[in-house]
């Protein structure tokens, strides 16, 4: 055995990752491990429980328990009276309205992200003729719901953990997509009293600087992004079910034919005889696949309908059609913002003009243009 | 044709209640008189509440029934899962605004057309490819057709999309149709019924009312074929001249249930009600972008004298 060899298996670089569990025992020590055995592998476990179908438990509950209730059509009418009597003030809000401060953008400046729904996928053309696929995102009515500030949100359960380290930063709670109050429980309502909205069925926290706070009831449109900028969008992919190996995995499985007995997509063999002389976790096998958190990150915004509060953005998101995702703008350090975006988001002008209706990135054939010609 | 007479059995009100649930989820009544404005509802209207002539209820618009077969690419895709009303709505416009800068002619399969397209490698930086119509499909800005063309005795197929920006010009030459929908077998025919003069003139219609059925029947070169065309119930073809062990087995392996089958014929198409909700939205500006152009090609003529 090398001197080489011994001082390689001495100092073992410990690689970390988020995931991982190192299989190390610690009886052995690397110097008595190097004279018998010539490696020593770390093994990561491709697969710890990734997700829980049950909320958090600080989460109120949220949906409306209560099925077949016997009302009369008099009481029926009375409560949507009530309803209307307590949601009915609501006048679009304008930017001088609300007391925001007025700060200041810098590059270190953590903007609100918004929510929106993935309505599909559209084709456009390029200027030079490439066909580009892009994401059809639907940015719903979007209010924020409460700003925390980053002292009070540091002490709560994922405050701590996020910025054990760190300096903090505030927590902007957003909601979308306002419905029924009948649909929900009172608790869940509660969240919104404050803020005197209809409850919203899909709520967010996003991570903002402290000077991009924004005041509760404060709306967010497609006009927060800015033609040309990356975003990273957060989906739960498309849920395939309980899948098998060879979809799931990518495995090969067997020959279709040529006298193979039922083997045709299944895994084989699942471990060696020799090492550990068992199954290794993380062992690739049939199980759920999808429905899993995801961000697809640095996709281009390439229009935006301010009519329609619509971002088309080039490539693909996370999810089925219909899904609702998350926006932001980009973590990737050479995509971020140079030049100042609408800061903390954007508010239509004061004197009463519309915005123009649609903004298309200037790498794109707009429809109604004449034909391309190279 | 399957689709027309399905879709008329409908009408006839065999399935009136899966229509019923169509038109009541996408007006969502409630209990009380004013209905509180969701954001189901709200992502329909845009930002600032704008209100059509056909939200105020007096006028109806209803497009001539022709439309859904001039124009089936305004037709979303059926697959529930993929569809949503808004994208669709923002497509049609998308599809409305390309269709004010070109003219796309009505076609069918089997008309012979010519396409000219913005290409870098030629010498004129246009190539313009004259060729019979064998399939079109797709939905919304995807629409494409199929054109296919003996060349030099080579056979040429090149798919071109109805919306590309790249494409300069679609010409009909003939308008027809013929026995099938789908033409694919012309690659197993003998050439000369899939070969067109690349400098052939457009013909003039002298009845401009009704679209005509060619019922041209096609010769097959011998066995072997890319497909088994005596599977596919195809009527534009002569008589394969096949043994009789290849009919006994399409026998066994067709599906004749399947023209029963009203549920998979429901999922395959549009409903009715829905298609005139949709032709009359692009009705009006689709006609007003006709009658632009009769102008145009109107005063073209003259000047000619």
Avoid at chain 1, 237 to 260: L, M
Wanted: with cysteine.
């Amino acid at each position: 055995m090398s001197t080489l060899g011994l001082l390689r298996t001495l100092f073992n670089p410990k690689i970390v990752t988020p995931n991982a569990i190192q299989l190390q025992s610690l009886n052995r020590t690397p110097f008595l491990v190097g004279l018998f055995f010539n490696h020593d592998q770390i093994r990561t476990m491709s697969r710890v429980k990734r997700r829980t179908t049950h909320p958090p438990y600080w989460h109120v509950l949220k949906n409306n328990q209560r099925t077949d209730e016997k009302i009369s059509s008099d009481n029926l009418r009375f409560v949507q009276e009530v309803i209307q009597d307590k949601y009915k003030n609501k006048s679009p809000i304008k930017g001088s309205d609300l007391d925001i401060e007025k700060t200041e953008w810098d590059p270190k400046t953590k903007r609100s992200g918004v929510i929106a729904r993935n309505i599909g996928v559209q084709h456009m053309w390029e200027k030079d003729g490439k066909k580009v696929i892009c994401t059809v995102l639907h940015v719903l009515d979007n209010h924020v719901i409460r700003y925390v500030p980053p002292e009070e949100y540091a002490k709560s359960v994922i405050g701590a953990k996020m910025f054990k380290n760190r300096k903090p930063l505030g927590c902007l709670v957003v909601g979308a997509e306002a419905s029924n109050p009948e649909r929900f429980t009172r608790q869940y309502c509660s969240l919104f009293d404050e803020v005197g909205l209809l409850p919203k069925k899909r709520l967010a926290r996003f991570i903002v600087t402290p000077n991009a706070a924004l005041p509760p009831c404060t709306p967010l449109t497609a006009g927060h992004f800015v033609i040309g900028q990356a975003v990273d969008v957060y989906g739960k992919t498309i849920d395939y079910g309980f899948q098998g190996v060879v979809k799931r995995w990518g495995f090969k499985g067997g020959p279709a034919s040529h006298g193979t007995t039922k083997f045709h997509r299944r895994g084989g063999t699942i471990g060696t005889g020799r090492d550990k002389a068992r199954v290794w976790p993380g062992q690739k096998m049939p199980g759920h696949m999808g429905s899993e958190r995801r961000f697809n990150r640095g996709l281009k915004i390439v229009r935006i309908n301010m009519k329609y509060n619509i971002i088309y953005v080039k490539g693909t998101v996370p999810g089925p059609t219909n899904s609702i995702v998350q926006i932001f703008d980009t973590a990737l350090p050479r995509r971020k913002f140079t030049e100042a975006p609408p800061h903390p988001t954007y508010f239509p002008p004061e004197d009463g003009t519309l915005p123009q209706e649609d903004i298309w990135d200037s790498s794109l054939h707009v429809f109604g243009s004449p034909s391309i010609s190279v | 044709m399957l689709r027309r007479a399905v879709l008329q059995t409908f009408r006839q009100g065999l399935a009136q209640s899966f229509f019923k649930r169509y038109a009541v989820s996408l007006t969502e009544t409630t209990v009380t008189h004013q209905p509180i404005e969701t954001s189901d509802e709200a992502g329909e209207k845009s930002v600032p509440t704008q209100k059509t002539g056909d939200e105020s209820g007096n006028t109806v618009v209803v497009a001539p029934p022709e439309f859904r077969f001039i124009y089936p690419e305004f037709l979303p895709d059926p697959a529930m899962e993929r569809r949503n009303r808004l994208r669709e709505k923002l497509e049609r416009m998308d599809m409305l605004q390309r269709r004010s800068v070109i003219e796309i002619p009505e076609f069918y399969t089997g008309s012979i057309m010519a396409v000219t397209v913005a290409d870098a490698n030629s010498p004129n930086k246009f190539a313009r490819f004259v060729g019979i119509c064998i399939q079109r499909g797709g939905s919304g800005l995807r629409a494409w057709f199929i054109l296919r063309n003996v060349v030099d005795k080579q056979g040429v197929e090149i798919l071109y999309e109805m919306y590309c920006p790249l494409i300069q010009k679609i010409e009909v030459l003939r308008l027809e149709r013929r026995l099938d929908e789908s033409l694919l077998y012309l690659r197993d025919a003998l050439p000369e019924y899939s070969t067109f003069p690349m400098d052939m003139e457009p013909e003039r219609r002298l009845n401009n009312s009704v679209v005509p059925i060619n019922p041209l029947k096609v010769k097959l070169r011998p066995r072997p074929w890319l497909e088994r065309w005596e599977r596919q119930n195809l009527q534009g073809v002569e008589d394969l001249n096949l043994p009789q062990r290849f009919y006994d087995r399409a026998e066994k392996v067709a599906k004749p249930w399947e023209k029963y089958d009203l549920m998979l014929h429901y999922r395959k198409t549009i409903p009715a009600e829905e298609q005139e909700k949709i032709f009359a939205e692009v009705h009006s500006q689709l006609q007003q972008q006709e009658l632009k152009r009769k102008l145009r090609r109107r005063r073209g003529s003259d000047n000619e004298y």
